[in-house]
């Protein structure tokens, strides 16, 4: 059997067991990237050399429009659906990627975003602040209603996400799906500071929060419009995600620990959450470095 009509058989299965967004995934992976390049050759033919080496030529030249290669986060997707569709050992081997340093605001930037959201409150600001405040994901924030917060206990419920899948088989269609993972359903304590404006604001239980309306928003209009909100400002461009990013960092410099963040920004694990945020900034470090003269003054 050719493995091309091996991965739209295996297709089958995956659209019953997996998650919407994880299927979407896979069928972008087999028809964009496995299917033209290795899809016409026998499944009893397929061994490690040759994955091997369809494996490091999309890192070069694996990108649909022919511009060059694609990202090694995308790769082991890929290498993922090789694993779970061949019935034998696979053993691939990446070259060394050095971690990159995750991006964050610097504070003076922050405040001066904080400072604006906050002279000029309205439902989209409020959940920039959101976002500040929690470290919830875009896809997150947009789903929200305010029956997802408890106004008594000030703990906010994370229960979905909000994505925009496309396959050519089915388009573009928007769904509202079960979060990236189990860890990912959680619960975050809401500060007094937000809470003001979280009772200020408050709608009917089925309206969403960015919008104060039973009309969603979606993530690609949300961060354009705090897009625009940086571009007014002057301030350097960040990503949406770097609201999240420096959320943790700012956790850890106040000293919270490493456990506690992981449930907060709903890691599977502390090492996740480890790897990602061990390197603190250069006022953590001195800081360390300044207690340690202090210990041998003493």
């Known amino acids: 059997m050719l493995y091309e009509h091996h991965l739209k058989n295996w297709l089958v299965d995956q659209k019953i067991y997996k998650k919407e967004s994880t299927y979407t995934v896979y069928y972008n992976i087999v028809y964009n ?6 899809g016409n050759i ?8 040759i994955l091997q080496e369809f494996v490091l030529d999309q890192l070069d030249h694996g990108r649909v429009d ?18 779970l569709s061949l019935d034998q050992k696979i053993e691939i081997q990446l070259p060394y990627c050095p971690p990159t340093e995750v991006e964050i605001y610097d504070k003076s930037d922050q405040i001066t975003l904080i400072n604006y959201l906050q002279s000029e409150i309205n439902n989209k600001h409020f959940g920039i602040l959101l976002a500040i405040h929690t470290g919830i994901r875009i896809g997150e924030l947009c789903a929200l209603k305010w029956s997802d917060i408890n106004f008594d206990t000030q703990i906010l419920h994370i229960d979905k996400t909000m994505v925009r899948l496309y396959t ?14 189990r860890a990912s359903t959680r619960s975050i304590p809401l500060n007094k500071w937000i809470m ?7 709608g009917e239980p089925d ?21 625009n909100i940086l571009k007014d400002l002057e301030l350097p461009h960040h990503k949406f995600h770097s609201l999240r990013h420096t959320f943790a960092t700012r956790c850890i410099e106040c000293g919270c620990d490493y456990k506690s963040l992981s449930q907060l920004l709903g890691h599977s ?20 470095v300044e207690l340690l003269a202090d210990y041998y003054q003493h």
């Open 66 to 83: 022919g511009k060059g290669g694609i990202a090694q986060s995308y790769v082991k997707d890929i290498i993922t659906v090789l694993k």
């Open 168 to 181: 050519k088989e089915e388009g573009s269609r928007l769904r509202i799906t079960p979060p990236k993972s």
């Open 207 to 227: 309206e969403y929060i960015l919008t104060g309306r039973t009309q969603h928003i979606e993530p690609n209009k949300y961060r354009t419009f705090y897009n």
């Open 196 to 202: 003001q404006y979280a009772v200020l604001l408050k």
């Open 33 to 38: 990237q496995i299917v033209p390049n290795i």
């Open 42 to 49: 026998e499944v009893e033919r397929l061994n490690n050399d």
């Open 269 to 288: 694990n502390v090492a996740i959450t480890m790897s990602m945020y061990v390197h603190p900034q250069i006022e953590l470090k001195r800081k360390c």
